[in-house]
């Protein structure tokens, strides 16, 4: 048994080093209060696990031989990374810092079940896996999100309207038997903001990610902490009602919801109505970038109905970012143009003072990055780290 897992203070030293810090045994020392002959063997433990490395350059000396630096070993083991959104399906694999090794997309269906959707990201990931030269043994974690509300504490979702057969599987727990680690699952919207703050906006501690798709939902980052809710459903802005929609149905069952009338199918079934027959939110977009006057129109009034809700997001959480993703986000400054539109007439100024309303600067990889450090969170925290001290 290694000494890690019984000293106190070796998972601390671990948390010090996994953001990519150097640091010195000194600065280590310094930093726990432990001796440095207790550093000494807590860094003999990290390099036989392989989990850190030394830095490539040497401190400054201040008198005899230079200090050597510690870091993170990013590529001592990996984590496998998976987006199941309604209508398309991405898996990867990270390192443990969330660069993305690989990653493959297609196009793919939610509603085909859970024990043929997970069994096809399982397959893929494993695939993946192979062409990079790893092996299954390095996986530590594996972080998924899904399209619809996810319960936290057991990562199955809950009355998904998108998922139907989904409704409380235990996808953590069928994951787990196949690949013997630890399985993390959340919404995919929740992902997304982890994502977007990590890639784009690092220091900043107050943000939101939309994402306008097949649906509406966003993420919410407040004082640096996702913000997921009693049962997992902040953010679900999508079923907000929006007083321009209050004659239409929504499929959750009640009548002008924000996403029925602003979610990319609602923006092309608006157009086929009005005669353009206009397939799918697919369609939108390419009549959007041709220049289309009709589509234009309608892809940013959608942006002012997101707006008006978003508009109590910003007075309630006070926002430093609010950045918009999914598919409809292709359509560019159009829908952005009037979120910001009935953002900043409907919000007070303070608040609106410094926001910023963008598109996502991480597009569609937000989400796999996303999934990663969920899984790495898990992977590298302090009770992980210890049990696999003591295993070793």
Excluded at 29 to 46: K, N, V
Excluded at 81 to 97: E, K, P, R
Excluded at 368 to 391: F, H, N
Aim: proline residues 4%; glycine residues 12%; hydrophobic residues 45%.
């Amino acid at each position: 048994m290694h000494e890690i897992g019984r000293a106190p203070g070796a998972s601390e030293l671990f948390q010090l080093l996994r953001g990519g810090q150097v640091r010195t045994r000194a600065e280590l020392a310094s930093l726990t209060g432990l001796a440095r002959s207790t550093i000494g063997l807590r860094l003999d433990e990290l390099l036989a696990l392989g989990l850190i490395s030394p830095a490539g350059d040497l401190a400054v000396s201040t008198g005899g031989r230079p200090p050597v630096q510690f870091t993170l070993n990013a590529g001592a083991r990996v984590v496998l990374a998976a987006d199941l959104g309604a209508t398309h399906a991405t898996v990867g694999i990270a390192d443990l810092s969330g660069k993305l090794l690989a990653q493959h997309r297609e196009r793919a269906s939610i509603d085909a079940g859970p024990e043929v959707v997970l069994q096809w990201m399982v397959e893929e990931c494993v695939r993946q896996l192979k062409s990079i030269g790893r092996e299954r043994a390095e996986v530590i974690a594996v972080g998924i999100g899904l399209p619809g509300p996810v319960e936290r504490s057991s990562g199955r979702a809950v009355n998904p309207p998108l998922m139907p057969g989904w409704d409380g599987f235990d996808a953590p727990g069928w994951v787990q038997q196949q690949l013997d680690v630890p399985v993390l699952v959340d919404n995919d919207v929740n992902i997304m903001a982890l994502g977007e703050r990590a890639v784009a906006f690092p220091g900043i501690d107050d943000l939101i990610f939309v994402k306008v798709a097949t649906g509406i939902g966003a993420g919410v980052i407040s004082s640096g902490t996702l913000q997921r809710g009693a049962v997992g459903v902040a953010g679900d802005i999508g079923h907000v009602q929006v007083a321009r929609g209050l004659d239409i149905a929504c499929r959750c069952g009640n009548r002008g919801c924000l996403e029925a009338i602003a979610a990319g199918p609602a923006i092309a079934e608006a157009l086929t109505a009005a005669g353009r027959s206009v397939a799918d939110s697919h369609a939108v977009i390419s009549l959007v970038k041709q220049g289309d006057v009709e589509a234009i129109q309608a892809v940013r009034q959608a942006g002012r109905d997101i707006g008006e809700v978003l508009a109590t997001c910003v007075s309630l959480v006070n926002p430093a970012v609010i950045a918009i993703g999914g598919a409809m986000a292709q359509a560019g400054e159009h829908l952005i143009a009037g979120i910001r539109e009935a953002v900043y007439t409907r919000s007070m100024p303070l608040a609106t003072e410094h926001l910023l309303i963008v598109q996502s600067r991480v597009g569609e990889d937000s989400a796999l990055i996303g999934a990663s450090m969920l899984a790495i969170e898990e992977a590298l925290s302090p009770e992980r780290i210890t049990a696999m001290a003591v295993s070793a």
